[in-house]
C-alpha cells in the first residue's frame, strides 16, 4: 500500500530520504525552508577551479552506487597518486606516525582486547587506556579531529560507535567484521558534490511534491499531517523546535566548522596525496587539509594547486585576515616556505554538527523514547540527520534506506 510521508528539511538526508520512499512507490512531500535544497552540501565555481562548501566526498558502497545509476550520475573515483595519507607529527609528515612496538600495541586492542566504552571517559583518556597514548596522540587524535571537527576530549567512543557492542564482551576487530560492508573509496563528481544535490532533485522533483519556502516551527503542527513524518532538520534548527515538550539539563554541544580553499602556485607535499592530518599540540591550528588537485581531477582550471583546510572555531580568529594569515603560517611550518596563494575562498558553517560527546548520546536516547512515545499515541513521527547515526554520507544514506 502506498504511504502518505512528510519529510522537513531538504538537506542531503531528506533527499536521500525522499529518494528511498520515491523507489518504494510512496506519495512523498518534502517541505524545505530555504528556496534551494541539498543544506550545506554545495559547490562553488570560482575562476581558479571548484570550492567545495562542506563535504568534499562520499564513500561509495554498492547501494551508494545503485542510487548514482539510477540518478544518471557518474562518480569520479581518485587518482591513484593520492592513496597516500600523511599524519602530522613531531614536526614532520609520516605515513606510519608511531614506532613499531606501538604498532604491535595497537594490533593486539583490535584483534584480541575487550572493547569496554567507560560513559566517564573522554575519548582522549578511553583511548589512552584502550591503545596507549602514542596510538591515541598520533593517529586516533589527528583521524577523528578530522572527521568530527573537534578534539577527542570533546568526544566520546560510545556515541561514535553507537552500533559497536562495548560491554566487554565483542573485539574492534569483530565489531569492524560485523557491520562491514564492501566499499570502494571515496568519490566526487564531474563538478564537485553539488552534481549529487542537483542530479537528486532532477530524479525526484517529477515523482513527488517539493515545497521550498517552508518551514517547521513546532511538533504541534505535524499532528495535523495524515500519514507519516520524518524530521530530516539539522539538528541546530530542530532543538528550538523540541524545546517546549524536551525538558532537557543537557542539551547537544554544536560545532562550528570554517573550511579554506587555497589556490596556489606549488604544491604542500613533495609527493601527491589524499591530505594530512594534524594532532594537538603540533603547533598546526587546523584539524587537517584535503589536497583537492591531488586527488581529482577537474578541480583546478589551470595547472594550479588546490588545497582545503579545515579549522574548528578558535580564539584569534574572528575575521578573515587572522584565518588566512595563521593558514599561511600552518602552511609554511609543512612546506619550509612561505607562498603567496593566488586565492583564498573561506566559508564558515556555526553549530553544524553536534560533538559526538555523551551528551548527544543521552540526547539521541531521548529521541528514541520520544519516537516510541508517538508511535503508541499513533503517531508515525521520527529523526533523521548527522546528529542519529553518523556524520557522514554514506552513513545518512545507510540510515534512511528502508527494511
Ligand atoms: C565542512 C564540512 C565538510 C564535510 N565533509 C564531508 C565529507 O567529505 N564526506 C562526508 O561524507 N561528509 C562530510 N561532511 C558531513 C556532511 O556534509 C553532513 O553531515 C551532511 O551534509 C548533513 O546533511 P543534513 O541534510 O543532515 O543537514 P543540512 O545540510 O544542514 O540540511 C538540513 C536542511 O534542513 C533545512 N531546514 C532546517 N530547519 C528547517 C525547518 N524548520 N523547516 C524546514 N526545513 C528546515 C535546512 O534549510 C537544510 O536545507 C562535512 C560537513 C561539513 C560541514
Known amino acids: 500500500m502506498k504511504e502518505d510521508i512528510h519529510i522537513f528539511g531538504g538537506g542531503i538526508t531528506g533527499l536521500f530520504l525522499a529518494y528511498h520512499h520515491v523507489k518504494k512507490g510512496n506519495q512523498v512531500t518534502l517541505y524545505e525552508e530555504k528556496n534551494t535544497l541539498g543544506g550545506v552540501i554545495g559547490t562553488k565555481k570560482e575562476k581558479q577551479g571548484l570550492v567545495e562548501l562542506a563535504a ?22 581518485p587518482k591513484k597518486a593520492s592513496k597516500r595519507r600523511y599524519f602530522w607529527t613531531n614536526q614532520k609528515l609520516s605515513q606510519f606516525p608511531i614506532s613499531i612496538l606501538s604498532g604491535t600495541k595497537l594490533l593486539y ?22 591503545f596507549g597514548s ?40 569483530k565489531e569492524i567484521k560485523k557491520h562491514k560492508k564492501r566499499t570502494y573509496g571515496t568519490v566526487s563528481f564531474p563538478n564537485g558534490m553539488g552534481d549529487l544535490v542537483t542530479h537528486l532533485v532532477n530524479y525526484l522533483s517529477p ?31 530542530l532543538l528550538p523546535i523540541l524545546e517546549p515538550i524536551l525538558k532537557q539539563d543537557t542539551s547537544p554541544n554544536l560545532l562550528t566548522i570554517s573550511t579554506i580553499t587555497r589556490f596556489g602556485e606549488t604544491k604542500l607535499t613533495k609527493k601527491p596525496c589524499f591530505g594530512v592530518l594534524f594532532g594537538k599540540n603540533e603547533g598546526i591550528h587546523a584539524l587537517g587539509v584535503l589536497c583537492n588537485s591531488d586527488i581529482f581531477d577537474g578541480r583546478v582550471t589551470n595547472s594550479d594547486n588546490s588545497e582545503t ?95
Do not use: H
Open 56 to 77: 568534499n566526498g562520499i564513500l561509495l558502497t554498492d547501494d551508494i552506487k545503485s542510487m548514482l545509476d539510477e540518478i544518471g550520475l557518474s562518480p569520479v573515483f
Open 109 to 130: 586492542s583490535i584483534f584480541l582486547k575487550k572493547l569496554k566504552f567507560d560513559p566517564n571517559l573522554n575519548f582522549e583518556e578511553w583511548g589512552n587506556r584502550m
Open 134 to 173: 602514542s596510538v591515541t596522540k598520533n593517529i586516533i587524535e589527528p583521524a577523528l579531529g578530522g572527521i568530527y571537527g573537534t578534539r577527542l576530549t570533546e568526544l566520546q567512543p560510545e556515541s561514535i560507535f553507537s552500533k559497536w557492542d562495548g560491554r566487554g564482551q565483542s573485539t574492534i576487530f
Open 207 to 237: 515523482k513527488m511534491n517539493i515545497k521550498t519556502g517552508v518551514s517547521l516551527s513546532n511538533v504541534e503542527e505535524l499532528q495535523n499531517l495524515t500519514g507519516a513524518v520524518r524530521i530530516c532538520t539539522s539538528l541546530k534548527n
Open 309 to 403: 583546510w579545515i579549522y574548528p572555531k578558535l580564539a584569534g580568529m574572528e575575521n578573515d585576515f587572522q584565518m588566512y594569515s595563521i593558514l599561511e603560517k600552518d602552511r609554511a611550518l609543512i612546506t619550509g616556505k612561505v607562498e603567496e596563494p593566488k586565492a583564498v575562498y573561506k566559508t564558515t558553517w556555526e553549530g553544524v554538527f553536534p560533538a559526538y560527546d555523551k551528551n548527544l548520546y543521552d540526547f539521541n536516547q531521548t529521541l528514541d523514547q520520544l519516537e516510541t512515545e508517538w508511535k503508541s499515541k499513533g503517531l508515525d513521527i521520527q529523526f533523521y540527520g548527522n546528529y542519529r547515526k553518523g556524520i557522514g554520507l554514506r552513513s545518512i544514506f545507510e540510515s534512511t534506506m528502508l527494511e
